[in-house]
Antibody
Framework: EVQLVESGGGLVKPGGSLRLSCAAS????????MNWVRQAPGKGLEWVSS????????YYADSLKGRFTISRDNARNSLFLQMNSLRVEDTAVYYC?????????????WGQGTMVTVSS | SYELTQPPSASVSPGQTATITCSGDALANQYAYWYQQKAGQAPVLIIF???ERPSGIPERFSGSNSGTTVTLTISGVQAEDEADYYCQSADSSNTVVFGGGTKLTVL
């Protein structure tokens, strides 16, 4: 079964850091671009970052201003998101999502999400 | 960056046809994608490349495009189609953008 499972979310104080992980299974992880998308409570979807299969091309939403870093380990079938200098407005469910093999930038597989709460 | 604009809400009676639009300048040159998100669940891709349907997605879901507007059409709406729908695209620099979402209510 094709699956993505996020972990690492939790409660963190403003200014703190958190590292999210996404474990992939059921497909050849190393051949797919991967993405992080977040959704604040009661709000819409917001793209966070993308990374291609070989980690050569990495993109971020302008709003993150260098606070987040995406990375991957193809040997461990894992995607990561390092989040630093966290703000209250970063509170959201964070999803990892796979790029479709037939349509780049279409996200065909999503994880169940991990909740990040930034609060004092 | 650019924006994609969707109506915040739409409503339709069972068996009728629902249409949800998404507009943005980049759509004239870039593909659009549509996602369905039911309450408490992760989004599901239902349309890619403006009008293609992934396997397993019912035929009642269809997409079209004209100029800077793309449209999601749901024919013969069922109660289970009540959900939030998001359009998405990417610009030439691979910056991904989502529309604000449309909450579809089945009356």
């Amino acid at each position: 079964e094709v699956q993505l499972v996020e972990s690492g979310g939790g409660l963190v104080k403003p200014g703190g850091s958190l590292r999210l992980s996404c474990a992939a299974s059921g497909f050849t992880f190393s051949t797919h671009s991967m993405n992080w998308v977040r959704q604040a409570p009661g709000k819409g979807l917001e793209w966070v970052s993308s990374i291609n299969s070989g980690s050569y091309f990495i993109y971020y939403a302008d709003s993150l201003k260098g606070r987040f870093t995406i990375s991957r380990d193809n040997a461990r079938n894992s995607l990561f998101l390092q989040m630093n200098s966290l703000r209250v407005e970063d509170t959201a469910v964070y999803y990892c999502a796979r790029d479709s093999p037939v349509a780049p930038n279409a996200f065909d597989i999503w994880g169940q999400g991990t909740m990040v709460t930034v609060s004092s | 960056s650019y924006e994609l604009t969707q109506p915040p809400s739409a409503s339709v009676s069972p068996g009728q046809t629902a249409t949800i639009t998404c507009s943005g300048d980049a759509l004239a040159n870039q593909y659009a994608y549509w996602y369905q998100q039911k309450a408490g669940q992760a989004p599901v891709l239902i349309i890619f490349k403006n009008r293609e349907r992934p396997s397993g997605i019912p035929e009642r879901f269809s997409g079209s495009n004209s100029g800077t507007t793309v449209t999601l059409t749901i024919s013969g709406v069922q109660a289970e189609d009540e959900a939030d729908y998001y359009c998405q695209s990417a610009d030439s620099s691979n910056t991904v953008v989502f529309g604000g979402g449309t909450k579809l209510t089945v009356l």
